[in-house]
């Protein structure tokens, strides 16, 4: 394949995942009307997933195996500066695609002159159940609303140019939950951003999420980002972070048991918004989840919930992405 004749490189990062990587492979070399190629990132994976990226004959597919572990943030930017297409796509291994994802995507930023196009996200449990879909602020709201939350989301629903990404030095690798976040800030500043309405690709949650896995660094990106971004919130007369980015926060620390980093969060919404009810949280969840069941039963239900809201409804190409898999069986197998 030469380089132009590739319109988008799908870059996907992997780390012992082959069978939630197969799934994800089978939906980009599975989508309509585009020319790309695909780069999986391999950070050092031990598992099967060498010899499963063996099987699969598709000269459209490249592997980059990278050893000592360099980190998702890194594994990402390895690939990118292999891109041959003039857009750049991610993937995370444990998340699908809809079929016309790239082809809807490419036109509307082309249509917008976007240097990123992003849509919403279908939410779906392991069982592939589906949870919620995202509701991303429109592109002319995103000044203010990406500096209190990550409203475009995570780097599956994303395509961008390749040229200003690389002119950025791609992802900062001094950050993984929020990596993400900080690139898309960054790339706002290079041009404006897209949307297709339709969600149009699945964001699977489970237990190995990294957001869920490294939440305990949060609040420290956190504020690497606030002093990063600091002159930009001025400019825009807001405050980095938002009520909802801490019910999110909140939503991963309550059930892996984190009372104290739960508790500084419930304070800082307490202060920040002079909620009595969430600084009495703040002593209630040190004390145990039992205290706040009995807050709420004394005060009644929550305005807001710690969990984000959106609707429920299952897109037509998701069962279908969701049993995909790329990988042929082993001889014999």
């Not at 989301?153 to 030095?169: M, Q």
């Not at 001025?234 to 939503?251: D, E």
């Amino acid at each position: 394949m030469t380089d132009s004749a590739v319109e988008v490189t799908v870059v996907i990062p992997t780390r012992n995942r082959a069978r939630l990587l197969g799934r994800a492979l089978a939906g980009v070399l599975g989508q309509q009307e585009v020319r790309l190629e695909v780069i999986v990132a391999d950070d050092c994976s031990d598992d099967e997933t060498a010899s499963a990226l063996g099987r699969v004959d598709d000269p459209r597919l490249r592997v980059i195996r990278l050893s000592p572990r360099q980190g998702v943030a890194r594994a990402r930017n390895t690939a990118i500066a292999e891109a041959h297409g003039t857009w750049v796509a991610f993937l995370d291994d444990d998340d699908v695609w809809a079929p016309h994802k790239l082809r809807r995507q490419i036109e509307s930023a082309r249509k917008n002159e976007a240097a990123l196009v992003y849509s919403p996200a279908v939410v779906v449990d392991e069982d592939g159940r589906v949870k919620l879909v995202t509701e991303p602020a429109a592109p002319a709201a995103l000044g203010r609303a990406m500096l209190e939350t990550n409203t475009i989301g995570t780097p599956s629903g994303v395509v961008a140019l390749t040229r200003a990404i690389l002119d950025l030095d791609g992802f900062d690798d001094r950050l993984s939950t929020f990596a993400d976040w900080d690139l898309w800030l960054r790339l706002l500043q290079r041009g404006p951003a897209a949307m297709v309405e339709e969600p149009l690709f699945a964001y699977t949650e489970h237990g190995t999420n990294m957001h869920v896995t490294q939440i305990g660094a949060a609040r420290a990106e956190l504020s690497y980002l606030a002093r990063k971004h600091k002159a930009l919130c001025r400019t825009q007369g807001v405050r980095f972070g938002s009520i909802s980015l801490s019910r999110w926060l909140l939503s991963h620390y309550r059930p892996q048991g984190r009372r104290v980093d739960a508790a500084r969060e419930y304070a800082a919404v307490g202060i920040r918004h002079r909620s009595a009810r969430d600084l009495g949280r703040a002593v209630g969840v040190l004390l145990g989840e039992r205290y706040l069941r009995l807050g709420r039963a004394l005060v009644g239900p929550d305005r807001d919930s710690d969990k984000p809201q959106g609707r429920r409804a299952a897109p037509l190409w998701l069962a279908e992405a969701l049993t995909g898999n790329a990988f042929p069986l082993p001889a014999g197998g």
